[in-house]
C-alpha cells in the first residue's frame, strides 16, 4: 500500500527557533498534501492544503506567515514553523492523496511531535 | 459545509462484546465517510470509508459499518471485542472525492475491559 513518511518524528526546540517538518509519500506522486495539527487529547484540525507547485491553502485562523508550507515536489511538502512558542507545541500530521495511489484514499503520515520550551 | 459529531468521548466495554461507536454527519453534498483509528503516539490508521454503492461498509480488524441518509449516521460496529482494540476513534466527512478536505470529528477513546 501506499506509504507517507515524516521527519522528524520528534523534535523539541527553544522559543523563538524554527523547524522543519517534511512529508514525504515514498511510493507514489501526492498531487495534494494536507497538513493537520493535533492538539494533546483532541481531534484533528486542518492547517492547509498544498497543490504541487502552487501556494498553500490555509484554513481560517490558521497565520500563513507562521507556518510555511511548500510543496516543491510530488514527493515532498515541508512545514515550517516559524520563530515557534510553547503554544505550538502540537502533534502535526500530514495525508498525501493521489488518484494513481492504490485505492483512492489519502494516506496519513505518522505524525512529527513538536515541543517548544 | 460539513461537520461531524461523535457521540461519547469515551465508551467502555468488556472483552467480546460487541462495540458501537456513534458517528452523525452533516453535509451539503453527497459525503464520503470515514472511520480512522490512532494508538497512542501514532499517525492514523483507516479503518473503513464509504464513498457510493453498499452502505455497510466492512473495513479491517473486523469492523463495519452502515450509513444512513435518512439518519445522517455512520456508526462503527465490531460483534466482539478484543483488548487491542483500545484506541482512539475518529469519525470523519469530505465531500466529492478523497481529494476533498477532511473534516474530523472530536473522536472517540476505546476501553476494554478484561
Known amino acids: 500500500g501506499a506509504v507517507v513518511s515524516q521527519h522528524p518524528s520528534w523534535v523539541i526546540c527553544k522559543s523563538g527557533t524554527s523547524v522543519k517538518i517534511e512529508c514525504r509519500s515514498l511510493?507514489?506522486?501526492?498531487?495534494?498534501m494536507f497538513w493537520y495539527r493535533q492538539f494533546p487529547k483532541q481531534s484533528l484540525m486542518l492547517m492547509a492544503t498544498?497543490?504541487?507547485?502552487?501556494?498553500?491553502?490555509?484554513e481560517q485562523g490558521v497565520e500563513k506567515d507562521k507556518f510555511l508550507i511548500n510543496h516543491a515536489s510530488l514527493t515532498l511538502s515541508t512545514l515550517t514553523v516559524t520563530s515557534a512558542h510553547p503554544e505550538d507545541s502540537s502533534f502535526y500530521i500530514c495525508?498525501?492523496?493521489?488518484?494513481?495511489?492504490?485505492?483512492?484514499?489519502?494516506?496519513f503520515g505518522p505524525g512529527t511531535r513538536l515541543t517548544v520550551l | 459545509a460539513q461537520s461531524v459529531t461523535q457521540l461519547g468521548s469515551h465508551v467502555s466495554v468488556s472483552e467480546g462484546a460487541l462495540v458501537l461507536l456513534r458517528c452523525n454527519y452533516s453535509?451539503?453534498?453527497?459525503?464520503?465517510l470515514f472511520w480512522y483509528v490512532q494508538y497512542p503516539n501514532q499517525g492514523l490508521q483507516l479503518l473503513l470509508k464509504?464513498?457510493?454503492?453498499?452502505?455497510l461498509v466492512k473495513g479491517i480488524n473486523g469492523f463495519e459499518a452502515e450509513f444512513k441518509k435518512s439518519e445522517t449516521s455512520f456508526h462503527l460496529t465490531k460483534p466482539s471485542a478484543h483488548m487491542s482494540d483500545a484506541a482512539e476513534y475518529f469519525c470523519?466527512?469530505?465531500?466529492?472525492?478523497?481529494?476533498?478536505?477532511?473534516?474530523f470529528g472530536s473522536g472517540t477513546r476505546l476501553s476494554i475491559r478484561p
Open positions: 464509504y464513498t457510493t454503492g453498499a452502505t
Open positions: 511510493d507514489f506522486q501526492a498531487t495534494t
Open positions: 470523519a466527512v469530505s465531500a466529492y472525492s478523497s481529494a476533498s478536505k477532511i473534516i
Open positions: 453535509s451539503s453534498v453527497p459525503p464520503y
Open positions: 498544498s497543490n504541487e507547485g502552487s501556494k498553500a491553502t490555509y
Open positions: 495525508s498525501a492523496y493521489s488518484p494513481q495511489a492504490s485505492t483512492d484514499t489519502q494516506y
